[in-house]
T-cell receptor, first 114, second 110 residues
Framework: EPEVTQTPSHQVTQMGQEVILRCVPI?????FYWYRQILGQKVEFLVSFYNNEISEKSEIFDDQFSVERPDGSNFTLKIRSTKLEDSAMYFC????????????FGDGTRLSIL | QKEVEQDPGPLSVPEGAIVSLNCTYSNSAFQYFMWYRQYSRKGPELLMY????GNKEDGRFTAQVDKSSKYISLFIRDSQPSDSATYLC??????????FGGGTRLMVKP
């Protein structure tokens, strides 16, 4: 069964450094998403991406965050200057070819900021 | 009031039991309702996806939506130890953003 793949599984970074989290969505999907889950808290929406642009973003997704689809298969989340509070699990998800189709999640990247 | 509420559990049941998991929500604009299963150190895995009020069945799983009460349920029949996981409800209205409940941890004992 097709799946969403995320790398790395665990990223340790010094505060203030830039980090890029990578995702390979399901191959024929057109809608892409990032969510995060701080330890012990709910899964929270960050951003959705369609047709090479952001379609929706939450208040969490401020200027330090950016997303990109650099080629036909990868989808990345960049955090420019990491803070301690950015430590969380980051999940990538992809949807189908129309907006109403369900979202399928990868296994996440655990980001630890020191 | 939180948008989506879910009893965190843990809920412990014997193997073979019927499990009932529930979420309540406050925003009547929610139109699409999902249940995800999350094993430890894994991502959410989609179990059920429903749009309208009523029941939807898939194998041992039944999802129930009551929009008038703002209440959704997931029933698991003949529960197995492999069903032990955290179950997340999620919902959305127009647009893409999913709003999640906090998850219910289920333990099925052999």
């Amino acid at each position: 069964e097709p799946e969403v793949t995320q790398t790395p599984s665990h990223q340790v970074t010094q505060m203030g450094q830039e980090v890029i989290l990578r995702c390979v969505p399901i191959s024929n999907h057109l809608y892409f998403y990032w969510y995060r889950q701080i330890l012990g808290q709910k899964v929270e929406f960050l951003v959705s991406f369609y047709n090479n642009e952001i379609s929706e973003k939450s208040e969490i997704f401020d200027d330090q965050f950016s997303v990109e689809r650099p080629d036909g298969s990868n989808f990345t989340l960049k955090i420019r200057s990491t803070k301690l509070e950015d430590s969380a699990m980051y999940f990538c998800a992809s949807g189908g070819v129309i907006e109403d189709q369900p979202q399928h999640f990868g296994d996440g990247t655990r980001l630890s900021i020191l | 009031q939180k948008e989506v509420e879910q009893d965190p559990g843990p809920l412990s049941v014997p193997e073979g039991a019927i499990v009932s998991l529930n979420c309540t929500y406050s925003n009547s604009a929610f139109q699409y309702f999902m249940w995800y299963r999350q094993y430890s150190r894994k991502g959410p895995e989609l179990l059920m996806y429903t749009y309208s009020s009523g029941n939807k069945e898939d194998g041992r799983f039944t999802a129930q939506v009551d929009k008038s009460s703002k209440y959704i349920s997931l029933f698991i029949r003949d529960s197995q130890p492999s069903d032990s996981a955290t179950y997340l409800c999620a919902m959305r209205y127009a647009g893409n953003m999913l709003t999640f409940g906090g998850g219910t941890r289920l333990m099925v004992k052999p």
